[in-house]
């Protein structure tokens, strides 16, 4: 680096100049935007692409991942995926060896370091760009390893993942370039006889990384989860090691490998992008995190070791982003489309089974019933109402599966066997049991419908827990107001997602925006169509606050970014 | 709040809306910026200015600061403070009662929140605005409680710390401003006829602010490393408790007083602003910061309090800013302007007797010495002149007790006396003893100038801990090449606020640059004239980095606001 700093510049930036400029100007605006388009439909990606992409996705199956044998590795093969819909993969990654791998990303960073937010950054475009044109064989993975239908693996999974490690491209590109890389500072002032005599200095600020970022994926959300740590540390000049789940490492090996491939071929080292995949049980990600190379650490997943990052990770001064668990909430006050209301709703508690960060759990009714554009229903009529579109939506078991998916683990399948037991012990009732559905192609699967449970407000004690995957109380409150302030307090507490509301009265969805923000939590209203409380859209909707306890950051705002890379000066007289 | 934001007004928005768009502008180019005249001249501050301020902070001493009687009080007063030059104050201040303190914070967020950013750096503006008008007053109350003299006491403790106050506003300001409030979200589509049907969302996004927010003072620069904590929060929305050192309570008290009777004026809860005052020992900011009310702390001082609050912070979910202690470094390779660099590196280590966070401590010289245009000289040969510069500049009583000031406490004191012992357990020399000179004024003050001590490299043990005070080490290495090694590696473990080289040498300020971005400190080249190495300017110069130990922020980056709000969304279809 010479005193006067020269703009680095590469083929990849000439070639993604215009799509830095797209997306600086779609970060800012936050209106709609999207580079991948969402359709797994032959028209958009070919008559071919989903056939090759299966193919790319079975020939995996059984073997070693060769592609990553490049990484430091101590010569054993790791690996214990079994699909939720029943398959061993049977896949097995070589073991990062971490002393080496740490070493060899260290050794990467300055010649990262130095290529400047902009090249950075176009090279991101392009690793993600290439990992669009493998969404079919990505889908696969991510299918058979969170569980989810294939239709949302690929886009949940595909293009929505995209357009969200794009985001947090832009946002850390646009973070560093708030940073001019020099300026002339000229201060007033006067010689002894009186004459102008300024003080100038050059300043020249440079971009720093903060140093190894570690990713620590989640089964449900492989690359949707991840993507936005890896790009946004990426962009930001660290490298980064990615820490799959142990029961969905192939997703994002795969994104792992491409990233390496194209960080080579644009000159750079691969060691840039690590996968340290394990088996179910070995601990690596607490042994990653204890790590004194590693300073910035993404999580996804549960709350527990998603607290322990928290404090063990801050006392040693890494930066630490986490998602963790909430309570996302319904608020039903009364809707003038309860066709609408009852259909989306449905669907979003059907959705995946429910296995969303973002699903619906607690759904507050007023004792008072509901008014809606076919009369007024009492509590227990809206119940019968929402079990009965439940019910609808999810009565054809062939249909039934392609938005169900199969439920992920263990403890998915016992909350889905627990609402009778639920309802006992909370002197509540089964509105609706959660529906055994036999799959017609995957036999294994263990497909469950949403059931709903109607409690009373009191029962704290039982809906202010998460029970992920199929199952929504229906919980009766005094009034819509007392409905408001449990949503507040609940998710202040608790922490949540997401949250709704569904009413026709001006004044109600103003105090819900007020308890809204209050509880430090999104706010969806009235929700009638095609788009859902849990379904967050890239460069415009943030995906968390990091207002309240169920994630201390938010895709992607600055907070998320700033924090990842630091200023240098060197100043001098001119 | 209305579907439909509308931006809030406020008198002060009209009258200050001009600043408002100076300090975007300058904190987006970093060039120069200053709002605050830093002469303490009667022609720009006035004739009678310096005696009213003197007079003012007289009619404090001995009294019960009155003017904050409207914070809630138990009806006790504390209140310990010594002058450095020999006085008890005798000023003391009503005991915050801290839960109906923190009650009444909690209650003045609505408005202050809704408010709107614009709205809120107005308000600040005229606060600093009135700050800067008591400006002799509080340089005073600096000198009093710091030790600082006079000029510096009003510089540093006035316009430049209300520069870095209005610093942070900007970029809080700036951070919220980049969160448009309102977007209309259009996502292409079509209806069942193919027919375009796009769909379409109004989202409103929400700043609401993160908590209340503790600042925890130092002694030494009671109101410059306090106000941008204090600035950063108020401008983001967070109430503000302030919790001044127990030894430099009224610099920040007045402060206080200006904040609460502006926020009043403009028609907001004077609660957003309060003073958490304390005599020696009591322990307060340890009891604040563990209360569940505080989301935000920031934290000058020792490295010991500053490691347990970055973790027990962190570990309760707060948002936690330090600086601690760090060991500035200097590298001299060599020069063309020997008796610039003397007279430069002497007045750093004299000012206030070397009691800045900023202060030179390690001065790296090869023991093959140093080409300069008057020769070349050894390694002793340097020292020897380096004594002699901070001899001549110190060397008339009175003149050196407006540069070095008073010492603050009795570990500064220590130090100056230990140069003999360190040098003797180090295998040193003492090149210079730290002088003891009385004060032609203040008889009771212990003023020292600055002393050298000599030792190799070798002694780690001794040079890589903080000598906080009149102590400057000559450390004699191999090389240049060493001394750059040296200063990256000692900043990466130990920390620094500052570091400068000297040389002549393109390469060596190229590798210089290299080194204080691996150690992550910022670097000044070849000072010698009226810049130094202890001072950053605001709005152009970073304080610190965040990328070494010596402290986890910056004044002011965007990481030092970007997470003190967030941003509540709610959206619809439209």
């Not at 937010?117 to 176009?122: C, E, G, I, N, W």
């Not at 294939?150 to 491209?169: L, N």
């Not at 509590?379 to 992920?408: N, S």
Request: overall charge negative.
């Amino acid at each position: 680096m010479t005193a006067t700093a020269t703009t680095p510049t590469h083929p990849l930036l000439a070639a993604h100049a215009g799509v830095l400029d797209e997306i600086r100007q779609a970060l800012t605006t936050r209106s709609y935007y999207s580079r991948y388009p969402e359709s797994p439909s032959p028209r958009v990606y070919g008559e071919s692409a989903a056939a090759e992409g299966l193919a790319a996705h079975e020939a995996h199956l059984g073997q070693p991942y060769a592609a990553l044998l490049g990484q430091p590795t101590d010569g054993t093969f790791v690996g214990s995926e079994v699909s939720p819909y029943g398959p061993e993969l049977g896949v097995t990654y070589p073991a990062l060896d971490l002393d080496a791998g740490l070493e060899a990303a260290r050794h990467a960073i300055p010649a990262w370091r130095d290529a400047g937010p902009q090249v950075r950054a176009a090279v991101c475009v392009e690793i993600i760009d290439r990992i669009n044109r493998r969404s079919f064989e990505i889908a696969n993975a991510v299918m058979h390893t969170s569980g989810q239908p294939f239709v949302m693996s690929f886009q949940a999974g595909g293009p929505h993942a995209q357009d969200r490690a794009i985001e947090a491209v832009a946002a850390g590109l646009v973070e560093q370039e708030r940073v001019p890389s020099s300026v002339l500072w000229e201060k007033p002032g006067k010689d002894r006889e009186g004459k102008p005599a300024p003080l100038r200095m050059q300043k020249d600020y440079r971009i720093v990384p903060r140093g190894i970022a570690l990713v620590i994926g989640c089964n449900t959300f492989p690359t949707w989860n991840a993507y936005p740590g890896i790009f946004a540390s990426l962009v930001t000049g660290n490298p980064v090691v990615v820490k799959p789940h142990p029961r969905a490492v192939l997703p994002l090996a795969i994104s792992v490998e491409i990233a390496r491939t194209v960080l080579e071929e644009a000159g750079f080292d691969p060691a840039l992008v690590q996968l340290a995949a394990e088996g179910d049980g070995q601990g690596l990600a607490k042994t990653l995190a204890e790590r004194d190379e590693v300073a910035i650490i993404d999580y996804t997943g549960g709350p527990s070791f998603g607290g322990w990052l928290e404090q063990a990770g801050a006392a040693a001064g890494k930066l630490v982003f986490t998602e963790k668990a909430g309570i996302n909430t319904i608020v039903v006050d009364s809707t003038d489309d309860l066709r609408g209301t009852l259909g989306n709703l449905a669907f979003s508690l059907a959705l995946y089974s429910g296995q969303m960060c973002t699903a619906p759990q607690n759904i507050y009714v007023p004792e008072g019933g509901v008014d809606t554009d076919e009369g007024h229903l009492s509590f227990d009529e809206f119940g019968e109402r929402l079990a009965g579109a439940i019910g609808r939506l999810t009565g054809d078991d062939a249909k039934a599966v392609e938005l169900l998916g199969a439920t992920v683990n263990d403890q998915v399948r016992t909350n889905a066997d627990s609402l009778a037991a639920i309802a006992g012990e909370a002197g509540g009732r089964v509105v609706l049991d959660s529906r055994r559905i036999t799959h017609p192609t995957w036999a294994d699967a263990v497909v469950r419908a949403p059931g709903l449970v109607a409690l009373d407000v009191t029962r704290e004690d039982v809906y202010t827990q998460e029970c992920f995957g199929p199952v929504g109380f229906l919980i009766r409150t005094a009034s819509t107001e007392q409905s408001l302030a449990q949503l507040a307090d609940t998710i202040r507490e608790h922490g949540a997602m997401t949250a709704a509301v569904y009413s026709t009265s001006e004044d109600v969805l103003d105090a819900a925006r007020q308890a809204a923000a209050a509880g430090g939590v999104a706010l969806s209203e009235n929700l009638t169509g095609q788009v859902f409380v849990n379904q967050t859209a890239a460069f415009s909707d943030y995906h968390g606050t990091g207002a309240n306890p169920a994630a201390n950051a938010a895709y992607t705002d600055a907070a998320f970014v700033a924090g990842r890379f630091r200023v240098i000066t060197s100043r001098r007289h001119v």
